[in-house]
């Protein structure tokens, strides 16, 4: 990635312009600047573009695992139409958590190298981003007698760290996935398990909203036509 693609002349305001209009109808109270970031986290992630957040409600941003500022960053690169393969050229940041994520992962990596390399049994992380898997396999691309792979798929996808003479592991089964039903008129949704022909069960323990034993609920009319009043 030695060539510049997204420049601050050219692609920040497009940038500028996307997060002017969507910030305040997220309610977020931020401001940012969006500067050149080849030389940001050194030698592991080399933006063409880093944005840094500022403000009151940043902390929302970092805010486990910082899923709401990476969710603004993909919006961002889906503006711009940025493929896959170069996601890693922006950069969103706020509170130098980009910085710190990228030393956490580095350190993982060289504690994990350490235990394979004694035990000669592979180890698997976590699912991971893309660049937070790129990230594991920088940090030990100099490990001579190991290697590092990528397995599974989508969102489960993760490394993997073994001896440099072990056998890949075999890739995963894709997981499964549950289907979803959409409601019958007047009903909630319905999920498969959750009671006789996958309707779902309420607290009386009846499927579909009756009670145990078939009783409860609103039930239809008796057989034999309806009930004949006394005179």
């Given at each position: 990635?030695?060539?510049?693609?997204?420049?601050?002349?050219?692609?920040?305001?497009?940038?500028?312009?996307?997060?002017?209009?969507?910030?305040?109808?997220?309610?977020?109270?931020?401001?940012?600047?969006?500067?050149?970031?080849a030389s940001a986290h050194h030698t592991f992630e080399?933006?063409?573009?880093?944005?840094?957040?500022?403000?009151?409600?940043?902390?929302?941003?970092?805010?486990?695992?910082?899923?709401?500022?990476?969710?603004?960053?993909?919006?961002?690169?889906?503006?711009?139409?940025?493929?896959?393969?170069?996601?890693?050229?922006?950069?969103f940041d706020a509170n130098d958590h980009r910085l710190?994520?990228?030393?956490?992962?580095?350190?993982?990596?060289?504690?994990?190298?350490?235990?394979?390399?004694?035990?000669?049994?592979?180890?698997?992380?976590?699912?991971?981003?893309?660049?937070?898997?790129?990230?594991?396999?920088?940090?030990?691309?100099?490990?001579?007698?190991?290697?590092?792979?990528?397995?599974?798929?989508?969102?489960?996808?993760?490394?993997?760290?073994?001896?440099?003479?072990?056998?890949?592991?075999?890739?995963?089964?894709?997981?499964?996935?549950?289907?979803?039903?959409?409601?019958?008129?007047?009903?909630?949704?319905?999920?498969?398990?959750?009671?006789?022909?996958?309707?779902?069960?309420?607290?009386?323990?009846?499927?579909?909203?009756?009670?145990?034993?078939?009783?409860?609920?609103?039930?239809?009319?008796?057989?034999?036509?309806?009930?004949?009043?006394?005179?």
């Amino acid at each position: 990635m030695s060539e510049i693609k997204y420049t601050v002349t050219e692609t920040g305001p497009k940038i500028e312009a996307f997060l002017h209009r969507i910030l305040p109808l997220a309610g977020f109270q931020l401001t940012f600047d969006i500067t050149d970031g080849a030389s940001a986290h050194h030698t592991f992630e080399t933006p063409d573009l880093v944005v840094r957040f500022q403000g009151p409600d940043v902390d929302i941003l970092v805010a486990n695992k910082a899923e709401v500022m990476l969710a603004l960053e993909h919006l961002t690169m889906e503006m711009l139409g940025v493929p896959s393969d170069e996601h890693s050229r922006l950069c969103f940041d706020a509170n130098d958590h980009r910085l710190l994520r990228v030393e956490e992962l580095r350190l993982s990596a060289v504690t994990i190298a350490d235990k394979v390399r004694k035990s000669k049994v592979a180890f698997q992380f976590n699912p991971m981003n893309s660049r937070e898997r790129r990230i594991i396999h920088l940090a030990l691309r100099d490990f001579t007698d190991l290697r590092s792979e990528s397995i599974g798929q989508g969102q489960y996808r993760h490394v993997v760290v073994l001896p440099s003479d072990a056998p890949s592991l075999p890739e995963p089964p894709a997981p499964p996935t549950v289907p979803f039903r959409r409601p019958g008129p007047g009903g909630p949704p319905r999920f498969p398990g959750g009671g006789p022909g996958g309707g779902f069960r309420d607290r009386r323990g009846g499927p579909g909203g009756g009670g145990t034993g078939g009783g409860g609920g609103d039930r239809g009319p008796r057989r034999g036509g309806p009930r004949r009043e006394r005179p």
